[in-house]
DNA sequence: ACCCTTGCACGTACGGTGTACGTGCGTCAA
DNA sequence: TTGACGCACGTACACCGTACGTGCAAGGGT
């Protein structure tokens, strides 16, 4: 076993393998130093806690976003590419989600799709405080899509289509969530989030044309 | 001292007591435990675990919103009121906020609003499929809002005002976060939400116009 | 009046957690 | 050669969730 030196990097990869493996619950420094065949407290050479060391992993995961912008383009399919490129994280690193959006990054790393949005957005007309707004509204319901996606917030799904189907809500109580329980207790995430983001594409260019 | 006896609804209270106070790393079992001058285990007689526990805080701060629902108002004002009757979560117990939508909830609390908001958009005229995909876009929205507010997910504020304001982000590598820094370091969350809100009724009510 | 079940508060104990601290070894600079 | 330094490591501490056993008080059946 050639002993590659332990890195920051090498420590993240583990950690980011670690959750995507066992979920984010599994993570803790003594299970990543025995992942990574070492003692524990040689991670804190390379890592100053275990909140830096989440925070490396969701800059990492937040780096692996491929942005391929094209400037020329409308501004309406580059935000929909930029939309698009944000949930590929969703799918490449589903359980480690959660860690990037509840995370605040002062990074290079975070604030790079801030910058592609934001002149995006200038791009298209919009005035400072329009594109921030904007942008905001975007980053809200990309994040609230991403997290139902990874089932932290709910489908709403209130009888999980384990059981019996339906007939777990009283449809006295509840008669719209007992009809429509078929309609909710199913998602396709994919064709939801381009629903959204086309709803908001269409509102902000009735937006930017008034 | 009169010593009131423990219950499920004692504990829960103290539980968001303690979240509000100090956040919600601080809760721990032993923590809720002192606080209601009792020995740790005893909790265990009315509460099965931590997780439902935390649970039963999501469930009280949920039930605790004042939905004041006029059916006889137009659809767009019973959405709006609805929009903002989630968000007094966010001023009323800020700190349970992450873990109010960060809790799946298949109980009578978490399905009232959920059976509320659809049957606006029903009575909007919307069929099955759009009401449950407006909910999802509303829910995706308001949650990512939430955790903005509440400072879980970024402002984007890549300047913590508290430094030297500017000057910390390079221009050169980032010029629209650097020119846009004193929009970006603000945020009227009232604001903020109330615009996403609007956009969001404006946008479909086109959706439903068509 | 008796017993006996039941409910509930409590203490102890176990295996886990993050991390402060001291120790020893390898590799370079002087 | 010697010194400093980087880094892997073990130990130790405080804290966590909770399984388990114990004892006390109240209530119901006989």
Redesign the interface.
Known sequence: MTTEPLSRPRIVAAAIDLIEREGADAVSMRRIAAELGVGVMSLYNHVPNKDALLNGVAESVLSGIEFTDDPDAHWTDRVRAQARAFRQIAHHHPRST?VV??R???S?A???P??RA??TL?GAGFD??D???M???F???????L??EV??????A?V?SRTVEAAE?DPA?????S??AP??TE?DHEA?FE??VE??I???A??AGQ
């Open positions: 959660m959006v509840s605040q990054l002062h290079h975070g604030l790079l801030v910058e934001l002149a200038r400072g405080p594109a921030v707004r942008l905001r509204m980053i809200a319901f990309i994040v609230g899509s997290l139902r089932g932290v917030t709910p489908t709403f209130p999980h809500v109580l509840f008669p719209e969530v009809a429509l309609l909710l998602c939801e629903f959204g709803l908001l269409q509102a902000i009735v937006h």
